[in-house]
């Protein structure tokens, strides 16, 4: 009696999908791409919004006439338009190097209490309300000074940019990759070195991405203003005075009883978008061109 001969393995033919399974595979992608639109979505209709409301109003006479008195049509906001990129400056020139420098420590050096301290106090700054940095802005500059001024209000519009740039400097440097690190070190580099040649270079670009970010939102704080540097009507370049600024103008004039002003509110809110637009790509722009940047 022969020996019974082992069947063949049968091949498994494969199977597609069931119906539930590509249904549920249908409904997950859908309701992505509606999170993705819906994240879309909000800045679309501001854009919509503005330019339908302000860009009848914006002409050349905008951007280079100051605005008219009481009753009179026409005008501009040339004096808020500088006022603002004067405002924003001064507010960066405070935040951008202690906000990077601090972001850096925490990520190289950052151990210990006093480091767990600094992030503690950097997550609640950037919580607190943007009136209250004027109240303490106001309180700590305007009062001894004895007068609002440009100075006071880049004092506060830093405070408001700084933890936006520690906290986000931190976690971009933290991405850079350690090979690189340890390629600098192994070269002989010493460790500052490493750290201002490979590291913040390397991380160069989420680093403006977050200074973008924080001058955006300074770039919009009306209520610190009111407390520090107020607005003018009139041409102020002094930095020791009150100066003028977009969002106080808007502020202003949205609520005022005059059409034109009205109007002109929505374009300088358009004008508003556009710098804080332009400033963003120039950023990027002159990043690409740096040495060592494709």
């Known amino acids: 009696m022969s020996p019974a001969q082992p069947s063949a393995p049968q091949r498994l033919q494969p199977r597609g999908p069931s119906w539930n399974r590509r249904a549920w595979n249908a409904g997950v992608l859908s309701a992505c791409w509606l999170a993705a639109a819906t994240v879309v979505l909000p800045l679309a209709l501001i854009v919509w919004h503005l330019l339908a ?29 500088v006022g603002t990129l004067i405002l924003v400056a001064l507010g960066a020139a405070i935040a951008v190097p202690i906000g990077v420098g601090a972001g850096v420590w925490l990520s ?51 405070i408001l940019m700084l933890p936006t740039i520690v906290r986000s400097t ?30 913040i270079p390397a ?31 009139f041409w102020s370049l002094q930095l020791d005075q009150p100066m ?3 969002p106080v103008f808007i ?5 005022a009883p005059y059409e034109d002003w009205n109007r002109q509110a929505w374009t ?13 790509a120039v950023l990027r722009i002159t990043l690409r061109r740096l040495p060592g940047r494709s």
């Not at 409301?53 to 338009?81: D, R």
């Not at 809110?269 to 963003?280: E, F």
Request: zero cysteines; proline letters at 6%; hydrophobic letters at 55%.
């Open 53 to 81: 409301k302000g860009l009848p109003a914006m002409n050349l006479a905008f951007f280079l006439h100051m605005p008219k008195p009481v009753g009179e049509p026409g005008g501009g906001m040339a004096n808020a338009i």
């Open 108 to 158: 190289e050096y950052g151990r210990g209490r006093f480091a767990s301290m600094v992030r503690y106090t950097a997550d609640v700054l950037a919580g607190v309300p943007s009136i209250v940095v004027g109240v303490v802005a106001y309180g700590l500059v305007v009062v001894p000074m004895g007068r609002f001024s440009a100075l006071a209000g880049g004092v506060a519009l830093g």
């Open 170 to 199: 931190e976690e971009v440097v933290r991405l850079v990759p350690r090979s690189y690190r340890e390629a600098a070190l192994a070269l002989g580099a010493p460790r500052w070195r490493t750290i201002q040649q490979v590291v």
């Open 203 to 233: 991380a160069s670009a989420g680093i403006v991405t977050a200074t973008v970010l924080a001058l955006a939102r300074a770039a919009g704080e009306t209520a610190p203003l009111l407390f520090t540097a107020l607005g003018n009507r």
């Open 244 to 246: 003028a600024s977009l």
């Open 251 to 255: 502020f202003d004039y949205a609520r």
């Open 268 to 280: 300088g809110a358009l004008v508003l978008i556009m710098l804080v637009t332009l400033l963003s």
